[in-house]
């Protein structure tokens, strides 16, 4: 990414709101860009969230993730990923609603990590990484050009589901590094 020019934070991706199952867990994910890079800091329900036992939080770029593990009832509320510098401010809200009646619906598949561009030079690898939830049991595959480059082996049933992958690129034929359920 292009950091050159000088700006307020902007989000080019917000958190999505979701329904989640008592015992799950939940990852809420924002995009940010700003010059100087922004200080970025979650909220829940007007309090800051700290980093511990069940809360994580993680940067990877400009991607700017909170993961709450082993949901409980009183994780619900109205979470805020709140972007700072010296040039401004930016906010963006969602709610989570942690559900122990939560039906296990069918789900479309969606992103809740999309792979990003980068750029390497010629001759050396390169990781792409990727989450997605839904259920029935989805599988994720990698392509390029409209060529799928690797599939995983079919899952096993479990709903809903959530996939972590992270995919090398060239050279070579692509191997998966890590695979998660």
């Not at 809420?28 to 909220?43: A, H, K, M, R």
């Not at 939080?57 to 510098?85: E, K």
């Not at 479309?108 to 990003?116: E, K, M, Q, V």
């Amino acid at each position: 990414m292009d950091h050159s020019f000088s700006g307020a934070p902007r989000f080019l991706t917000r958190p999505k709101a979701f329904v989640v199952s008592v015992g799950k867990d939940a990852t809420l994910s924002c995009q940010i860009v700003g010059n100087p890079t922004p200080q970025v800091t979650w909220e829940k329900d007007r309090q800051p969230v700290e980093a511990g036992a069940r809360f994580r939080l993680a940067q990877d770029g400009d991607l700017y993730r909170l993961a709450i593990l082993d949901l409980a009832l009183g994780d619900s509320g109205q979470y805020v990923c709140r972007a700072r510098n010296a040039i401004g401010e930016a906010f963006a809200a969602v709610g989570l609603q942690v559900d122990a009646e939560a039906a296990c619906a069918e789900q479309a598949p969606h992103f809740l990590l999309r792979p990003t561009s980068i750029r390497v030079r010629e001759g050396a690898e390169a990781t792409f990484r990727c989450r997605v939830r839904g259920s029935p049991p989805l599988a994720v595959s990698w392509a390029k050009d409209g060529r799928t480059r690797w599939a995983p082996p079919a899952p096993t049933p479990r709903s809903p589901w959530t996939r972590m992958q992270t995919l090398p690129a060239l050279p070579g034929p692509p191997q998966p590094r890590s695979w998660s359920t």
